[in-house]
C-alpha cells in the first residue's frame, strides 16, 4: 500500500519541478503510443496514472494560493497556469491518444469491467470536447482560447481577493454596535491612542456579523455596497471570457455554452434545465411573496433595502420562534462540533477519525486518519478559520485519489475541508453559528465522496469523472443532518458548562430551519438562471447587466440597488467550475432530498439505506452515472417531490 503524500511546497523550484514533470510526461506519451499492440492494461492505465502524480504536485500550490496567498503564491501560480494549459491542450487535443482510447474500446470494450468502459467513454467523449477531432487551424485557436481563459479566471478570483482584504470600516461609537455578538465584537475590538475601536472587513464572518445584527443603517448600506461593487474590472474580465467561450463552444460544434456543458452532466438538454429552473421558480414564488410581505410589515415604516433584509430577518425570526442564533453558538464551539460529526460519521458509517501530528501550513490547521475497522482508508485536512490572505467562502479540495497504479500497488485518498469560521484567540473560542455546523457537514460530504472510493482507476475514482450536476448529492446529503436531533446532541454542548442543547432548543432550530426558505430558494435560482442564460447566447457589456435585472424581476422579491454588480464577485461561474453549472445544487438537491427523508424513515443509525449510500455512491466514485447508482441504492427512479418539502415550500 502507498503510503500518503506529505504535504510540502517549495516555491522557489515549484516551476522547474513543473517543467520537468511536463518534460517527462512527453517521454512517457511517446513510448505508449509507440506500443504495436495497444491495451486497456499497457495503455490505458499508466495514461490515466499519470493525472495522480500532477495532483501531488500542483494541488499543494493550488491550496496554498487559496488559504495562504501571497506575492508570492500568486506569482508563481499565475506562471504555472500558462505551462499547464499549454500541456493539458497538447493531452486533450492528441488524435493519436484519441484514435488509440478509440482502438482499444473497438477491441476490448466487452472484456473490461464497469471502471475500465467508464473510463474509455469519459476519456473519448473529453477528447472529443477538447477538439482532438478538429483541424489543425481550429485546434490551434482552441489551445489560445484555452490559455487565456486560464489567465482570466485566476485573475477574477485574485481581484476578489484583493478586493475583499482591502476593505475595512472603522467604528468608534459604540451605539453602532450595540447588539452584536460579543464574540465577534472581541475579533472586531482593537485599542488605538487610549480608544476602543471595531474593524469590520468583508471577509465573511465580519461581515454576516454586521449585516445581521449591526443596529446602524448607513453603515449596513456601506458594508453592503463595498461588498457588491468589489472588482469592477471583472465587468471587462467577463465580457472576455463570455466571447471566448461562445466561440470554443462554436469550435467544437455547439451553438453555444451550455450546449458544451451539458455534454459531460446528467441533464438532457437546455430546455430541461431551464424547465427545471422556472417551475420551481413558480413553485417557490407565491410562498417568497408571503415571505416578504411579512419581514416589510415587521421592519415598519422604513423602505426595505437589500442592506435591511438579514438584520430584520433576523428580529423577525427571533420574534417568531423565540429563537436567538446567539444562544446557540455557545454550544457550537469548533472543536467540539468536529469531534461530534466524527462521532456521527462512525455511528452511520463505521469510520473512525484519528488525529495526526504534522507540520501544515497553518499553526490551526488539523490532519486526521480515517479507518474502517482496524483498516486505514484516508487522510483528511482541515483549516477552518478566517484570516486575511485566504479565499472566502468554504470547499472540499481533493488530494490524493484511491487507486491502483500498474504495479497493482493501492494508494489511499486524501482531501482538504477549507472554511472561514469565527476565528479563535487564547481568550476566545471559536463559536459557530448553525448555518457553520451545517456548511461543515456539507463540505464533509463532499469529502467522504472522494475519500471512502474504492474504485482501481484513478480517473473515475472518488470525484474523478462525476457528473458535475451531481456532484452536490452527497455534499447536501450530509448536511441535512445538521438538524436531526439525534445528531445534534452529539456534539452541541455549552463549551463552558457541557451542558447539551436542550429539547426545545432543538425543537426551535427545527422549526426555525425553513424561515424565509422560499426567498432563500429563489435566490439560489437567480444564481442558476442569470449563469445559464448567460451561456446560452453571447451577452456583453450592458447586456449582462440587463440579463440579470431581467431575471430578478422573477426572483428577487427585494429589488437590489442599482450599484449591485454581483456579477463581478460570482466566483463560482467565472474562476471555478460552475460555468452553465450552477443548476447542479438544486438538480442535485432532488437526489439529496430523496435520499436523506429515505434514511431518516429507516431511523437514521442502523439503516440499511445509510450502508447502501455507503458501499454505492460513495464506494464507486465516478465508475458510473450518478443515476445509475441512485436507482441501484433506492431501487428506483428518484421522486423530486422531496425537494420542496425539504425546503418547506408547499
Excluded at 108 to 131: C, M, S, T, V, W
Amino acid at each position: 500500500m502507498h503510503p500518503f503524500t506529505d504535504f510540502t511546497l517549495n516555491l522557489e523550484t515549484f516551476i522547474d519541478d513543473l517543467n520537468r514533470l511536463i518534460a517527462d510526461y512527453h517521454q512517457t506519451i511517446d513510448t505508449l503510443l509507440a506500443i504495436e499492440g495497444k491495451t486497456y492494461n499497457n495503455f490505458v492505465r499508466p495514461f490515466d496514472f499519470m493525472e495522480e502524480e500532477m495532483e501531488l504536485l500542483f494541488t499543494p500550490l493550488s491550496h496554498m494560493n487559496a488559504v495562504k496567498n501571497s506575492e508570492a503564491t500568486q506569482k508563481v501560480y499565475a506562471d504555472a497556469l500558462p505551462i499547464l494549459t499549454e500541456y493539458s491542450t497538447f493531452i486533450g487535443q492528441n488524435l493519436a491518444i484519441y484514435e488509440a482510447f478509440k482502438q482499444i474500446k473497438a477491441t476490448e470494450y466487452d472484456k473490461l469491467n464497469i471502471e475500465q468502459r467508464r473510463i474509455l467513454d469519459l476519456n473519448i467523449l473529453h477528447f472529443e470536447l477538447a477538439g482532438a477531432h478538429l483541424d489543425e487551424s481550429s485546434k490551434q485557436r482552441l489551445a489560445e482560447i484555452n490559455l487565456r481563459k486560464s489567465t482570466l479566471t485566476n485573475d477574477f478570483s485574485q481581484n476578489v481577493l484583493d478586493a475583499t482584504n482591502a476593505y475595512e470600516k472603522i467604528i468608534t461609537d459604540a451605539a453602532d454596535v450595540e447588539g452584536i455578538p460579543e464574540s465577534d465584537l472581541e475579533n472586531a475590538c482593537f485599542e488605538e491612542d487610549g480608544v476602543t475601536k471595531y474593524r469590520f472587513t468583508l471577509q465573511m464572518p465580519s461581515y454576516i456579523a454586521y449585516m445581521t445584527y449591526g443596529p446602524n443603517r448607513a453603515i449596513r448600506e456601506e458594508l453592503y455596497r463595498a461588498y457588491t461593487t468589489r472588482a469592477p474590472q471583472n465587468g471587462e474580465i467577463i465580457d472576455e471570457l463570455m466571447r471566448l467561450r461562445q466561440e470554443s463552444a462554436e469550435l467544437l460544434g455547439f451553438q453555444n455554452y451550455s450546449e458544451y456543458s451539458l455534454a459531460s452532466k446528467m441533464a438532457p438538454d437546455p430546455q430541461s434545465v431551464l424547465k427545471f429552473l422556472n417551475e420551481l421558480v413558480d413553485a417557490s414564488r407565491p410562498q417568497g411573496e408571503k415571505e416578504i410581505a411579512e419581514l416589510r410589515a415587521f421592519a415598519g415604516d422604513i423602505d426595505l433595502q437589500s442592506y435591511d433584509s438579514a438584520y430584520y430577518g433576523e428580529m423577525l425570526k427571533k420574534a417568531r420562534y423565540d429563537i436567538d442564533e446567539e444562544e446557540y453558538r455557545p454550544y457550537f464551539e469548533q472543536h467540539s462540533v468536529i469531534l461530534g460529526m466524527f462521532t456521527f460519521l462512525e455511528s452511520l458509517f463505521g469510520l473512525r477519525f484519528v488525529p495526526q501530528t504534522l507540520e501544515l501550513w497553518d499553526e490551526k490547521a488539523t490532519a486526521y486518519d480515517i479507518y474502517e475497522g482496524d483498516n486505514l482508508r484516508a487522510r483528511v485536512y482541515f483549516d477552518l478559520e478566517a484570516r486575511k490572505g485566504k479565499r472566502g467562502g468554504a470547499w472540499m479540495h481533493n488530494f490524493q485519489t484511491h487507486c491502483e497504479d500498474t504495479q497493482g500497488c493501492t494508494h489511499l485518498s486524501s482531501a482538504f475541508v477549507v472554511c472561514n469560521f469565527p476565528p479563535s484567540s487564547e481568550t476566545s473560542p471559536s463559536l459557530l453559528r448553525h448555518d457553520d455546523v451545517v456548511t461543515l457537514f456539507h463540505e464533509m460530504g463532499h469529502t467522504l465522496h472522494h475519500l471512502l472510493s474504492r474504485v482501481k482507476e484513478h480517473g473515475v475514482s472518488g470525484v474523478n469523472g462525476v457528473e458535475w450536476d451531481a456532484v452536490e448529492f452527497p455534499s447536501q446529503f450530509l448536511e441535512n443532518f445538521a438538524y436531526e436531533p439525534k445528531v445534534l446532541k452529539l456534539f452541541a454542548k455549552h463549551y463552558e458548562t457541557a451542558e447539551v442543547l436542550s429539547d426545545e432548543m432543538i425543537a426551535k432550530l427545527i422549526r426555525a430551519k425553513n424561515f424565509q426558505s422560499a426567498l432563500f430558494m429563489l435566490r439560489q435560482l437567480e444564481f442558476a438562471l442569470f449563469d445559464f442564460e448567460l451561456h446560452s447566447r453571447l451577452y456583453q457589456g450592458e447586456e449582462v447587466q440587463h440579463l440579470l435585472d431581467t431575471i430578478r424581476a422573477r426572483t428577487a422579491l427585494i429589488t437590489p440597488p442599482s450599484y449591485n454588480k454581483f456579477q463581478n464577485g460570482f466566483s463560482h461561474i467565472f474562476s471555478g467550475g460552475y460555468s452553465a453549472g450552477y443548476y447542479s445544487y438544486k438538480w442535485a438537491e432532488v437526489l439529496s432530498a430523496d435520499a436523506y427523508y429515505a434514511i431518516v424513515d429507516e431511523g437514521v443509525f442502523g439503516s440499511e439505506l445509510a450502508r447502501k449510500y455507503k458501499e454505492i455512491v460513495l464506494a464507486k466514485g465516478g465508475s458510473q452515472s450518478m443515476q445509475e447508482l441512485f436507482v441501484e441504492m433506492m431501487g428506483r427512479e428518484c421522486e423530486s417531490k422531496n425537494l420542496l418539502r425539504l425546503s418547506g415550500i408547499d
